[in-house]
């Protein structure tokens, strides 16, 4: 093949290599304004270096994927098939596709705080499904609508780059813009591979933020949603987790609950596995698989009466009654000894110690009763409660505390939108979700049927399974790690989308 500079066919093709770099150019400011959105669905870096990194980062990264973008696509086609008519419509065609993959990433980044990955595809078709399924005319129309204008946008720059191609190569833009965007892209990274060496976490929890960065790890996503005790990584920013938990909000007033049920549920705590089996064996209560619980007592009685992860045990007084239970006080508690008494008459929720208990007392209402976690190095105890009110036969879905506390307001009560204004759990008689939330002993606890993740508070993690206990060699969920800090962080001031 003639490749001489007088060869047509080289001439042309110089042409569409040189056309295709003025319509990079062009893609690269759509790309960048699109891209707007990622550094909005995070709270702002807190420190001007971090600010800083950021700026670079967007402009080098996000250019650097739109110009590969051109190279894996676009140039081959220049060269093997240098057709400009042709090529202009196709690289119309596969700019269009790739900006809406894009801006289809950035709106389940925005919405769900990860990427677009096959791990949590079914969360991302349920997001889209929700959003479609609410407006499917007006959705269908802004997701056509869009489209369309950014097919027009392709053909018109790539169109006006191609008649003005002569005039365009005499500007000194490329040059200066180039260097710029270079001269980014090395210093994005030099900063980061410093800030890695220092664990300034301002800088590399910012890792995953835009489309095919930096993989994140435990620490950073950590560091990103101040769950993450920097003191353990030579003090590298002050982000305590005391401070991160220390607070608790929601939406006031809280619903009211009149109570539907006369009688009264009656939750017995147990110190010992042995006196919980005697008092089921008399009270004919039987037995429900898979509780888990944390094995710190004071962590485990504090989901059980105020209904919430104990990352907002430092909210909270011990002498005051739960938020779910302060206006109409709803609940009494009786004999736990790390918790103060409440002691409100025909309250429709009694929890009360298993020596503070009346044998003689007849019972009409539910009754759950269970053992605290014998002391352990686990950070969580998986065992059995006794009840006359939940469903035996689930023997696959873990029930954590709070989510009986849940159940009893949400259900026998009859105030579920008491429960889901003023706790964190499921309601285990009409949910069906296997996965769930807690916090213990600085340690993050999120499950999945029965996969239990634990992260630590210097990021470090493991999967274990959680009826057998077994270590599981298994990398980190991140989207699923995600989500569950999300709903942790629900009632939490600091809460941010990620």
């Not at 938020?323 to 790390?338: C, D, F, H, K, N």
């Not at 274990?464 to 790690?481: H, M, N, R, Y």
Request: aromatic fraction near 12%; charged fraction near 15%; hydrophobic fraction near 45%.
């Amino acid at each position: 093949m003639n490749l001489t500079p007088q060869s047509p066919f080289s001439s042309k093709a110089s042409q569409l290599l040189s056309w295709g770099h003025w319509f990079t150019f062009a893609n690269i400011g759509l790309v960048l304004l699109i891209s707007i959105s990622y550094l909005l669905a995070d709270k702002p870096p807190a420190s001007a270096l971090g600010g800083f990194y950021m700026l670079i980062t967007w402009l080098s990264h996000t250019s650097f994927i739109t110009f590969c973008a051109f190279v894996l696509t676009i140039f081959p086609l220049s060269l093997v098939f240098p057709y400009p008519r042709h090529i202009r419509g196709m690289a119309a065609l596969l700019a269009t596709g790739g900006i809406s993959i894009l801006s289809l990433d950035a709106f389940v980044y925005f919405q769900l705080g990860y990427h677009l990955n096959i791990q949590a595809l079914p969360e991302i078709i349920s997001l889209l499904w929700g959003k479609f399924s609410g407006s499917p005319l007006i959705v269908t129309m802004l997701v056509v609508g869009f489209i369309l204008a950014v097919f027009v946008f392709e053909l018109l720059a790539g169109n006006r780059a191609w008649r003005h191609l002569a005039e365009l190569k005499g500007y000194r833009f490329p040059r200066y813009a180039t260097a710029i965007l270079v001269s980014c892209f090395a210093a994005s990274h030099s900063i980061h591979i410093w800030a890695d060496a220092n664990a300034y976490f301002d800088v590399t929890k910012q890792d995953n933020i835009l489309p095919l960065s930096y993989p994140t790890t435990a620490k950073t996503l950590l560091a990103r949603h101040d769950l993450l005790d920097i003191k353990q990584y030579e003090q590298a920013r002050d982000i305590s987790l005391a401070k991160a938990h220390s607070q608790f909000t929601f939406n006031k007033p809280l619903p009211q609950c009149q109570p539907q049920s006369t009688v009264s549920a009656t939750i017995v705590v147990f110190e010992q596995q042995s006196e919980l089996a005697a008092f089921a064996d008399k009270h004919q209560l039987q037995p429900t698989a898979q509780l888990l619980q944390p094995s710190n007592h004071e962590d485990a009685i504090f989901n059980l009466v105020y209904g919430l992860p104990a990352y907002y045990k430092s909210a909270m007084s011990q002498d005051s009654l739960p938020p779910w239970s302060s206006e109409a006080q709803l609940v009494s508690v009786m004999g736990l000894s790390l918790i103060a008494d409440m002691d409100v008459t025909d309250a429709p929720i009694k929890i009360i110690a298993a020596d503070q208990f009346d044998e003689e007392k007849n019972i009409e209402g539910p009754v759950i009763a269970f053992s605290l976690a014998p002391h352990s190095t686990d950070v969580v105890y998986n065992s059995v409660f006794y009840s006359n009110y939940f469903d035996s036969s689930d023997l696959l879905t873990f029930k954590q505390l709070h989510d009986i506390t849940y159940t009893l307001v949400a259900d026998h009560l009859n105030c579920p939108q008491l429960a889901t204004s003023s706790m964190l759990g499921r309601d285990l008689k009409h949910s069906n979700s296997n996965e769930g939330v807690n916090y213990t002993q600085g340690v993050l606890v999120a499950f999945r049927k029965d996969r239990i993740t634990l992260v630590s508070q210097d990021g470090s993690y493991k999967n274990v399974s959680g009826t057998e206990g077994f270590a599981i060699d298994q990398k980190l969920d991140i989207p699923f790690l995600i989500n569950n800090i999300k709903v942790l962080k629900t009632f939490s001031p600091q809460k941010h989308t990620p």
